[in-house]
């Protein structure tokens, strides 16, 4: 590895001619602040109620960001010579809430604290009035968040790129055990944390078709018209006064109301054409598995690319940049292929308006271009009909086919007669692929990959098992392509602000540095065996724990016992990270407490949180199940506080704040080879949870670095997984071999949590039996005896605690501003061109 710590990444970033100045934290927040509740109050008179006071403090810390947030636009300016932009493209962004981070970032909690308490309230009351921005689905839209925070915390010349969502990730209710989707209004009462910037406004059309003039030049004559204009939503440094932007596009018609048919009478066909183009902006896609919606969703992505890319090339001739120089100076990133219609739409904007020759415009275009890749499965790997393209974004695909043409010659000089390798890494899949339909569909991940001069896993495994299968033709012919970066989360929002108690432990040991240079960690690695350190690390659990429980008090009216052992999964409802698994246990557990009530139980409380996309009926099926089991578990009085399952709903960034400071057990279960990384275990790590997981994803990388006996790892890893799959897997053979196992199927298909339904579960059941395609039966019985071990070590506080230590001591490397820097170093730096 290049870099090791965040002090050597400000190196590479400084080499990157980033402005870095620190912050002189003097300004007047208290000033502005009452200004701002003045003009609250005038429209609400009275005392001040917690939405007023959250208002003016998000107002009052606007107004000092905005003003830092021109200082920074002004030094990238002036170094745009010698400092290459990054440009984050992506269609997700999972920002959470943003005040607290605000607060902390200008140094000024505590002045606030002091201002709400004048007004009868308290800070953390406040700050929950704020609602989530939830522009994202899981880990992919939450590491681009992260990654916005170490953008601004590393003084990275950048701009992050996505879309204004009115609606953001649905909101999740519980009706009778199941889940019901509403939307999420977040930005009802307004979003002070964005600046309009009407100037900013690019035509992007849709439709229509190619016009060739007479020297062969080909133009494209949309037939639809919308205009994109730019949100910035402002994101602080906490170490400087630098503060990143997040650009974000709102579409709207380009043509007025039509005056026709409004005078007569037709107001909704005299807006027609407005409400098409709004609706570009109206929901996040939470699904992935419907094709429901999907000419929307290839809008929404087009629209991101063609309006930043159009941004970006206006920038860069406004800075006096040469054309030839736009690869050199600015790279575009792109998160998953979501927005992997950018090469092809920068080649049409360097060719169509910009006059370019193919040769020079792809030049370009390669040396700006890379992609991470975010996930294995198949089913997630966009591909977009031919027909759709055709009709939505013409001038694209002929673009296409002819980066597509090239390639294929190209590689017919360097490996002549292999049409198997042609026909498979081909830019367009025939018809026949899985989940074709029939039809042709461009394989946008190879876009991508031709199209970039590097391409990423998100960690060590993952990156591996990319190389190998999924895209090994790519590896083969271009190895130097191929790197790994694993991922991050930032110490600031997930360790500093969600729990402060435990920050305030470190800082007592290690000083505050923890928060710029997460290496520090390591420093409580000698400490480990200090009771005194392990007795303030329990302290602070505890204390977290009790928060929790009061909140589930609050939101289930259910009584959980802070003093049991707290084993959490949260984390989106997915097959392949096995939440089933999870109940499986819980299930067994519970049949053995009732066998033996008077046995010597460790007692725990099970928390689950995390959204099902619509569509996806067996994530569904799974909540269902948590809740059956949870009813009957939570009310048997045989078991008491023994065991308890909860089911959290509505998870989201904020809650996630709240329920990892408190996880004794962090739950990191996947397949081996399924989950690319996970952040949520990098999360819980770095709070003192132990995880429970299997080898896969970072969950391999965090063993190696705070030692693999300090994690409690089982299951088949993933050559295991393979073999057993090529030898003929028979889950059937699991549960004859397995009482335990037979019993707990038998009571799920049964109705046993059903009031005897036999019907409710009998899909769940059937796959399990049937295909069971991500093992949950072979690994059930080393998962409930590591479960065991669990127990064991839970019994014994002090054991415990030091461990805890030991995961936080491990923790340095996670940090983003260690994989941003690895992102500058390998893939974003001048120097990475060659
Ligand atoms: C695909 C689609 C298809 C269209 C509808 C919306 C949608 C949304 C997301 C996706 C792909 C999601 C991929 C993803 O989130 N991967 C996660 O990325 C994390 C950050 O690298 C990583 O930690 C997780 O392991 C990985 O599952």
């Not at 939830?134 to 880990?139: F, H, I, R, T, Y």
């Not at 950048?158 to 519980?174: K, N, P, T």
């Not at 984390?571 to 819980?586: A, F, M, P």
Request: hydrophobic share 45%; with cysteine; glycine share 8%.
């Amino acid at each position: 590895m290049t870099v090791t710590t965040a002090r050597q990444a400000l190196q590479s970033i400084k080499a990157l001619g980033a402005h870095f100045k620190p912050a002189t934290m003097n300004d007047d927040l208290s000033q502005h602040f009452k200004t701002a509740l003045r003009h609250e109050l005038s429209q609400c008179p009275g005392q001040p109620s917690r939405d007023s006071l959250m208002r003016a403090a998000a107002g009052a810390c606007r107004e000092l960001l905005a003003t830092r947030w021109a200082a920074s636009q002004a030094a990238d300016r002036e170094r745009a010579a010698d400092a290459r932009r990054v440009h984050y493209l992506s269609m997700e962004f999972l920002m959470g809430r943003a005040l607290g981070n605000a607060l902390a970032a200008l140094g000024l909690d505590e002045t606030l604290r002091a201002a709400f308490a004048e007004q009868g309230q308290v800070l953390p009351e406040v700050l929950e009035r704020e609602p989530d921005a939830a522009l994202g689905n899981g880990g992919l839209g939450r590491l681009a968040a992260c990654f916005l925070d170490s953008f601004a915390e590393l003084g990275l010349p950048s701009f992050g790129y996505g879309l204004r969502y009115q609606y953001g990730m649905f909101a999740q209710g519980i009706q009778n055990g199941r889940q019901v989707e509403t939307p999420d209004d977040w930005m009802a009462l307004g979003n002070a944390w964005e600046l309009p910037r009407p100037e900013l406004r690019y035509p992007v059309g849709f439709g229509g078709h190619v016009r060739v003039e007479a020297d062969g030049s080909r133009h494209w004559q949309p037939a639809e018209r919308l205009i994109a204009q730019a949100y910035d939503f402002i994101v602080p440094a906490h170490h400087s006064e630098r503060v990143s932007t997040l650009r974000q596009w709102q579409a709207s018609a380009a043509a007025p109301i039509d005056f026709d048919a409004f005078c007569r009478g037709d107001h909704a066909g005299a807006a027609r054409h407005r409400v098409a183009a709004e609706a570009i902006n109206w929901v996040l896609y939470p699904d992935d598995s419907t094709e429901a919606g999907r000419e929307l969703r290839l809008k929404q992505e087009a629209l991101l690319v063609s309006a930043s890319l159009q941004d970006l090339i206006a920038r860069h001739l406004n800075e006096g940049g040469a054309l030839h120089q736009l690869g050199r100076r600015n790279a575009i990133h792109l998160n998953d292929t979501h927005p992997a219609l950018a090469p092809a739409e920068l080649m049409r904007l360097l060719l169509d308006q910009h006059g370019l020759g193919w040769d020079e415009a792809w030049t370009i275009t390669r040396q700006a271009c890379s992609y991470t890749n975010h996930t294995l499965m198949p089913e997630a790997l966009e591909k977009w009909p031919l027909g759709m393209l055709e009709r939505l974004l013409p001038r694209h695909l002929e673009i296409i086919f002819e980066i597509n043409q090239r390639f294929l010659d190209e590689l017919r000089q360097r490996v002549p007669g292999d049409e198997a390798l042609l026909s498979r890494v081909s830019l367009i899949e025939e018809e026949g692929g899985y989940g074709s339909g029939g039809e042709r569909r461009v394989r946008m991940a190879h876009l991508a990959i031709v199209a970039s001069h590097r391409v990423n896993g998100v960690a060590a495994l993952h990156s591996e098992l990319m190389v190998q299968t999924i895209f090994a033709d790519f590896a083969r012919l271009y190895p130097e392509r191929f790197i790994n970066v694993t991922n991050g989360v930032t110490p600031r929002r997930w360790l500093q602000q969600a729990n402060p108690q435990l920050a305030g432990v470190l800082d007592a040991r290690l000083g505050q540095d923890w928060r710029q240079d997460l290496s520090q960690l390591q420093g409580l690695r000698a400490l480990a065996a200090d009771a005194g350190l392990g007795a303030e690390f329990g302290r602070v659990k505890r204390a977290n724990k009790q928060r929790l429980a009061a909140l589930v008090g609050r939101e289930l009216g259910l009584a959980i016992n802070p003093d049991s052992l707290f084993d959490v999964q949260i984390k989106r409802i997915h097959e392949y990270k096995r939440q089933l698994l999870n109940l499986l246990h819980v299930i067994a557990r519970y049949q053995a407490i009732v066998a033996q009530p008077d046995a010597d139980w460790t007692p725990r409380t099970v928390l689950i949180a995390g959204k099902a996309a619509s569509a996806y009926q067996m994530a569904k099926s799974v909540i269902q199940l948590a809740h059956d089991v949870g009813r009957v578990v939570n009310s048997d009085p045989r078991v008491g506080d023994k065991l308890k399952l909860v089911f959290l709903p509505n998870y989201g960034v904020s809650l996630a704040e709240s329920i990892i400071p408190a996880a004794d057990l962090s739950e990191q279960i996947s397949t081996a080879g399924t989950e690319a990384s996970g952040t949520g275990n990098m999360k819980f790590a770095m709070n003192g949870a132990l995880t429970i997981g299997t080898w896969d994803g970072a969950n391999i990388e965090m063993a190696e670095a705070f030692g693999t006996e300090n994690m409690f790892t089982f299951g088949l890893r993933t050559e295991a997984v393979a073999q057993i799959k090529a030898l003929g897997y028979d889950p059937r053979l699991y549960v004859e071999q397995n009482r335990q196992l037979q019993q707990v199927i038998d009571a799920i298909a049964n109705g046993g949590f059903s009031n005897g339904d036999t019907e409710r579960y009998r899909a769940l059941v059937d796959k399990l039996l049937g295909s069971d395609p991500y093992l949950l039966m072979a690994d059930f019985a080393d998962y409930l005896a590591t479960q065991q071990r669990v127990d064991a070590l839970y019994r014994d506080p002090a054991a415990w605690n030091q461990r805890a230590i030991l995961n936080v001591a491990g923790m340095g490397w996670f940090s983003t501003d260690r994989t941003i820097a690895e992102y500058v170093d390998k893939v974003w730096s001048a120097s990475t061109l060659g």
